[in-house]
């Protein structure tokens, strides 16, 4: 794993939104007095998800609601890698690279994303986009993907992630799934087993009569 910093620039302060500060006191509700630093996870997702980004104030401002030395925030926040610990665009594009992405296409998913948004790791120059490689994102039978904002794309091919990243920066919003046509998780091409209706449809349910159990006597 690579060394994870903070970025050079920062903003000068931070502050929860009300939403955020209510469902973090939420977070820590779940646990003992003693053990609140325990929702330092929790807590930071929600600040990424106020935010965009983890800052170094909001790394403080947690530490302090947490009741927890800022190093150890700092720790966790640099160790976890859904962690942006810079600003990043509007749309954030995670190019799964692990074995079954990668043998599916996954380095010319990513040559597009370099062409389209510039190196990664880094907020494109008009702020639309950042890219990232990670790893499995468990969507591996609709290899190769990759996870945009909340959401799955999966059975992505150069020219359909390429429509997707254009589409986003006109505006649009491309919809979630498989480019493939397919649904869910079913084999390519549609199922090819368990397709007879008879093994779902109940027709092949038969009663049960069961036994005739003695009546236990009273005491």
Not at 57 to 71: D, K, N, Q, S, T
Not at 146 to 173: C, H, M, V, W
Not at 203 to 213: F, H, I, R
Request: with cysteine; net charge neutral.
């Amino acid at each position: 794993m690579s060394i994870r910093r903070l970025a050079k620039e920062q903003p000068a302060s931070f502050a929860f939104s009300k939403d955020t500060m209510a469902k973090a006191k939420w977070w820590i509700s779940k646990y003992p007095e003693a053990r609140k630093q325990s929702a330092v996870i929790p807590i930071l997702w929600l600040v990424q998800k106020q935010e965009g980004w983890v800052s170094e104030p909001a790394l403080r401002a947690i530490a302090e609601l947490c009741g927890m030395e800022y190093v150890r925030v700092y720790e966790v926040a640099t160790f976890y890698t859904m962690f942006q610990l810079e600003p990043v665009g509007r749309v954030l594009v995670q190019v799964c690279g692990t074995t079954p992405c990668m043998l599916r296409g996954a380095n010319e998913l990513m040559a597009v994303c370099k062409e389209k948004i510039g190196h990664k790791d880094h907020m494109s120059a008009d702020g639309w986009f950042t890219w990232q490689e990670v790893e499995c994102l468990g969507a591996c039978c609709n290899a190769p993907m990759a996870q945009i904002n909340d959401y799955y794309y999966e059975d992505l091919t150069p020219e359909s992630l390429g429509q997707i990243l254009d589409d986003f920066r006109a505006g649009k919003k491309p919809w979630p799934g498989s480019y493939a046509g397919r649904h869910s998780s079913e084999p390519a091409g549609g199922a090819l087993t368990l397709t007879d209706p008879k093994l779902y449809d109940g027709s092949l349910a038969k009663p049960v009569k069961l036994p005739n159990l003695p009546v236990p006597e009273k005491a």
